[in-house]
C-alpha cells in the first residue's frame, strides 16, 4: 500500500505551525492520530521534506493499521513560528489544531490523542474533551500542575530546569541559567536575572509554594488541565513507573477518576524511570519489566484497536496493572492498599545532625542504588532489623518522626531504600518543612512530622532490611530551605539548623500484604 504523505504550515492565532501529514492513502476517511511536540529543535536546519519522512520512519506503523497520524511543531519551536513559552499558549493551539482537523475531508469524525511527558500536557490543557474524541493514550504525566512545580512546599529544581532550557528556546535569549541559579538568593526576580526579559508565569509559581495559593486556579497554575481525565468519559491508557518524577500524581488521578471512565481505562505501572528504562551503571533490571516488553512494542496502537475493533489486550481494564518488583511479575487489580500495617521503630535515643543551605546533601533518586553516605555530618542514617519471612509491601509507606530544630523553620528529608546483599536500591523518598505541615513552628519544641511516600509494590525477602536516610534536603532535587520563616522566595539570607530526632518515638508503617 502507498501512503500518503506531506507537510503543511497552518495559520493558526496568528502564527505559522508546521504539521505533518501522514495518511495511509490519498484518499478516504481515517481515524486521526494527533500529537503535538516542543522536543523538534533539532529539526530547523533540516528540510521539510526529511522531517517528515524521518517522522513517517517511526509511525508508518500507524498507517499500516488504518491510522492517520497528524503531528504538529509547537508554537515557536522547530519550524514553526513564534515564541514558545511551556504552557501558556497549549490550549488556545490545541483547540484550534483540533478545530482545522475536523474541516479536512480525510476526518472521518474519530479523533484518538497521543502523548508522553509533556506532549501528554498539551492534550490535557485541551479539556474538556469534545465527542468526537474517542479514546487517549496519555503516558507519564501528571495533568495538576503544583506537583509538576512543588512536593510539599518544596520547589523541583528538574521541572524548573527543564522550564528554562525550553522557554523562547529559538528567540536567542542572554539565559545564564546553570546549577548555580538556585543558590542565587533571592529567587524573586530570578526569571529575569537568567533569561534577560521576566516570565511572568515563573514568577507568579514561585509565590505560590502552597497548593491552596489562587495562582493555582489560574491559566499559567493549569487550572484547565487540573481535572482533565477526572470525569472524560473515553477510554484513557495511563502509564507511569515507580521511579517516575509523576507517579504519585499519576495514580492521584486514576483515584480522582469518575467511576464511568475508570471502567474503560486502564492504569499500566512499570518498575522503571520517566522514559520506561533504567540506568545501566548505577540501576537495577527488572525481568520483563518494560511496557514493550509486557505489552508488545506497539501497544499504544493496540489500545486504539481495542476501541475501535474489540481486539483484545494482554491486561484488565477498570483495574491497574503493575510491576511487583522483586518478586518480578506483573499483576493487576484495584491496588487496594494492603489489609496489615507493620510498624517498626526507628530506635530509642537521639539523632543529630546539622544543616548549612549553602552546602546542602546531595542523593540518588529512586530507582538507582544507593550512594555511600558515610562521614557526613548533615544525614543520618538507620536501619531496619532483618526481616525474618518474605514480606511483600503494596501502597503508601509511611514515616512518622519526632523532630526538634533550633531554627523558626526547616524542612526535612527521608529517603527508603531496599538493603540487599549486593546492593542498596532507592525505592522512595518525601520531604517537607515545618511550618509548611504544622502551620508555625517555636524553635528547640519537639514536633511530629508525618511523610507519605508515593505507591510502590515490591518484595522484602527474608535477611534483607530497609534502610533510611534522613536530612534536610536533596540538593539534586529540590531548592533548599534556607532555615528562615515565611516567604522562600523573597529570603536574601540563611541560617544553620542544627536537628535533633527522637528515635523511640519515631517510626516507619509498611503496608504488607499476607504471602
Given at each position: 500500500?502507498?501512503?500518503?504523505?506531506?507537510?503543511?504550515?497552518?495559520?493558526?492565532?496568528?502564527?505559522?505551525?508546521?504539521?505533518?501529514?501522514?495518511?495511509?492513502?490519498?484518499?478516504?476517511?481515517?481515524?486521526?492520530?494527533?500529537?503535538?511536540?516542543?522536543?523538534?529543535?533539532?529539526?530547523?536546519?533540516?528540510?521539510?521534506?526529511?522531517?517528515?519522512?524521518?517522522?513517517?520512519?517511526?509511525?508508518?506503523?500507524?498507517?499500516?493499521?488504518?491510522?492517520?497520524?497528524?503531528?504538529?511543531?509547537?508554537?515557536?519551536?522547530?519550524?514553526?513560528?513564534?515564541?514558545?513559552?511551556?504552557?501558556?499558549?497549549?490550549?488556545?493551539?490545541?483547540?484550534?489544531?483540533?478545530?482545522?482537523?475536523?474541516?479536512?475531508?480525510?476526518?472521518?469524525?474519530?479523533?484518538?490523542?497521543?502523548?508522553?511527558?509533556?506532549?501528554?500536557?498539551?492534550?490535557?490543557?485541551?479539556?474538556?474533551?469534545?465527542?468526537?474524541?474517542?479514546?487517549a493514550v496519555f503516558e507519564v504525566q501528571d495533568s495538576e500542575r503544583y506537583r509538576l512545580w512543588y512536593r510539599n512546599g518544596q520547589m523541583r529544581k528538574g521541572h524548573a530546569n527543564?522550564?528554562?532550557?525550553?522557554?523562547?528556546?529559538?528567540?536567542?535569549?542572554?539565559?545564564?541559567?546553570?546549577?548555580?541559579?538556585?543558590?542565587?538568593?533571592?529567587?524573586?526576580?530570578?526569571?529575569?536575572?537568567?533569561?534577560?526579559?521576566?516570565?511572568?508565569?515563573?514568577?507568579?509559581?514561585?509565590?505560590?509554594?502552597?497548593?491552596?495559593?489562587?495562582?493555582?486556579?489560574?491559566?499559567?497554575?493549569?487550572?484547565?488541565?487540573?481535572?482533565?481525565?477526572?470525569?472524560?468519559?473515553?477510554?484513557?491508557?495511563?502509564?507511569?513507573?515507580?521511579?517516575?518524577?509523576?507517579?504519585?500524581?499519576?495514580?492521584?488521578?486514576?483515584?480522582?477518576?469518575?467511576?464511568?471512565?475508570?471502567?474503560?481505562?486502564?492504569?499500566?505501572?512499570?518498575?522503571?524511570?520517566?522514559?520506561?528504562?533504567?540506568?545501566?551503571?548505577?540501576?537495577?533490571?527488572?525481568?520483563?519489566?518494560?511496557?514493550?516488553?509486557?505489552?508488545?512494542?506497539?501497544?499504544?496502537?493496540?489500545?486504539?484497536?481495542?476501541?475501535?475493533?474489540?481486539?483484545?489486550?494482554?491486561?484488565?481494564?477498570?483495574?491497574?496493572?503493575?510491576?511487583?518488583?522483586?518478586?518480578?511479575?506483573?499483576?493487576?487489580?484495584?491496588?487496594?492498599?494492603?489489609?496489615?500495617?507493620?510498624?517498626?521503630?526507628?530506635?530509642?535515643?537521639?539523632?543529630?545532625?546539622?544543616?548549612?543551605?549553602?552546602?546542602?546533601?546531595?542523593?540518588?533518586?529512586?530507582?538507582?542504588?544507593?550512594?555511600?553516605?558515610?562521614?557526613?555530618?548533615?544525614?543520618?542514617?538507620?536501619?531496619?532489623?532483618?526481616?525474618?519471612?518474605?514480606?511483600?509491601?503494596?501502597?503508601?509507606?509511611?514515616?512518622?518522626?519526632?523532630?526538634?530544630?533550633?531554627?523558626?523553620?526547616?524542612?526535612?528529608?527521608?529517603?527508603?531504600?531496599?538493603?540487599?546483599?549486593?546492593?542498596?536500591?532507592?525505592?522512595?523518598?518525601?520531604?517537607?518543612?515545618?511550618?509548611?505541615?504544622?502551620?508555625?513552628?517555636?524553635?528547640?519544641?519537639?514536633?511530629?512530622?508525618?511523610?507519605?511516600?508515593?505507591?510502590?509494590?515490591?518484595?522484602?525477602?527474608?535477611?534483607?532490611?530497609?534502610?533510611?536516610?534522613?536530612?534536610?534536603?536533596?540538593?539534586?532535587?529540590?531548592?533548599?530551605?534556607?532555615?528562615?520563616?515565611?516567604?522562600?522566595?523573597?529570603?536574601?539570607?540563611?541560617?544553620?539548623?542544627?536537628?535533633?530526632?527522637?528515635?523511640?518515638?519515631?517510626?516507619?508503617?509498611?503496608?504488607?500484604?499476607?504471602?
Amino acid at each position: 500500500m502507498k501512503h500518503h504523505i506531506y507537510y503543511k504550515y497552518l495559520e493558526l492565532n496568528d502564527e505559522k505551525f508546521f504539521t505533518i501529514c501522514l495518511l495511509p492513502e490519498k484518499d478516504g476517511k481515517f481515524p486521526i492520530v494527533i500529537s503535538r511536540s516542543p522536543y523538534v529543535n533539532h529539526t530547523v536546519d533540516m528540510s521539510e521534506e526529511a522531517i517528515v519522512q524521518d517522522h513517517y520512519n517511526s509511525a508508518k506503523c500507524w498507517l499500516e493499521r488504518g491510522y492517520a497520524v497528524l503531528f504538529q511543531h509547537c508554537r515557536g519551536q522547530g519550524k514553526s513560528t513564534g515564541a514558545f513559552v511551556p504552557y501558556v499558549h497549549e490550549r488556545e493551539d490545541g483547540l484550534a489544531f483540533l478545530a482545522w482537523i475536523r474541516e479536512q475531508p480525510f476526518y472521518n469524525g474519530e479523533l484518538f490523542l497521543l502523548g508522553a511527558s509533556y506532549t501528554t500536557s498539551l492534550h490535557y490543557a485541551t479539556a474538556p474533551f469534545a465527542k468526537d474524541i474517542k479514546g487517549a493514550v496519555f503516558e507519564v504525566q501528571d495533568s495538576e500542575r503544583y506537583r509538576l512545580w512543588y512536593r510539599n512546599g518544596q520547589m523541583r529544581k528538574g521541572h524548573a530546569n527543564w522550564h528554562f532550557g525550553l522557554y523562547k528556546s529559538k528567540c536567542g535569549l542572554p539565559k545564564t541559567f546553570g546549577v548555580h541559579s538556585f543558590s542565587e538568593l533571592p529567587l524573586a526576580n530570578l526569571s529575569e536575572r537568567v533569561l534577560g526579559e521576566r516570565a511572568e508565569d515563573f514568577e507568579q509559581m514561585l509565590a505560590a509554594a502552597d497548593p491552596s495559593h489562587a495562582f493555582w486556579n489560574t491559566r499559567f497554575g493549569g487550572i484547565d488541565a487540573k481535572d482533565a481525565v477526572t470525569d472524560a468519559n473515553i477510554p484513557i491508557l495511563l502509564t507511569t513507573g515507580y521511579n517516575d518524577f509523576y507517579v504519585g500524581g499519576v495514580f492521584k488521578m486514576w483515584q480522582r477518576m469518575s467511576e464511568r471512565t475508570k471502567r474503560k481505562s486502564a492504569l499500566l505501572v512499570s518498575p522503571y524511570h520517566h522514559g520506561d528504562g533504567y540506568d545501566l551503571n548505577n540501576g537495577v533490571f527488572f525481568p520483563n519489566g518494560q511496557r514493550k516488553e509486557a505489552f508488545g512494542e506497539e501497544y499504544p496502537i493496540d489500545w486504539f484497536d481495542h476501541i475501535r475493533k474489540g481486539t483484545p489486550l494482554p491486561y484488565v481494564k477498570g483495574v491497574i496493572t503493575y510491576y511487583r518488583a522483586f518478586e518480578n511479575r506483573w499483576q493487576s487489580d484495584f491496588f487496594q492498599s494492603a489489609t496489615k500495617d507493620l510498624t517498626i521503630s526507628l530506635g530509642t535515643g537521639c539523632a543529630y545532625f546539622d544543616y548549612d543551605p549553602l552546602c546542602p546533601p546531595s542523593f540518588r533518586g529512586e530507582g538507582f542504588l544507593a550512594e555511600d553516605l558515610q562521614g557526613r555530618s548533615d544525614v543520618f542514617s538507620v536501619c531496619t532489623p532483618a526481616f525474618d519471612a518474605d514480606t511483600f509491601v503494596k501502597g503508601q509507606m509511611k514515616v512518622v518522626l519526632a523532630v526538634e530544630s533550633n531554627v523558626p523553620d526547616t524542612s526535612f528529608y527521608v529517603r527508603i531504600s531496599i538493603k540487599k546483599p549486593a546492593y542498596t536500591y532507592v525505592l522512595r523518598h518525601d520531604i517537607t518543612s515545618l511550618c509548611y505541615q504544622l502551620g508555625d513552628y517555636k524553635k528547640n519544641c519537639v514536633a511530629t512530622l508525618c511523610f507519605c511516600f508515593d505507591e510502590y509494590a515490591f518484595l522484602i525477602q527474608k535477611g534483607e532490611c530497609l534502610q533510611l536516610d534522613i536530612s534536610s534536603t536533596d540538593n539534586n532535587s529540590y531548592v533548599c530551605h534556607t532555615n528562615l520563616k515565611g516567604e522562600y522566595y523573597l529570603q536574601a539570607e540563611t541560617n544553620r539548623a542544627e536537628n535533633k530526632i527522637h528515635l523511640d518515638k519515631s517510626f516507619l508503617t509498611l503496608p504488607v500484604e499476607q504471602l
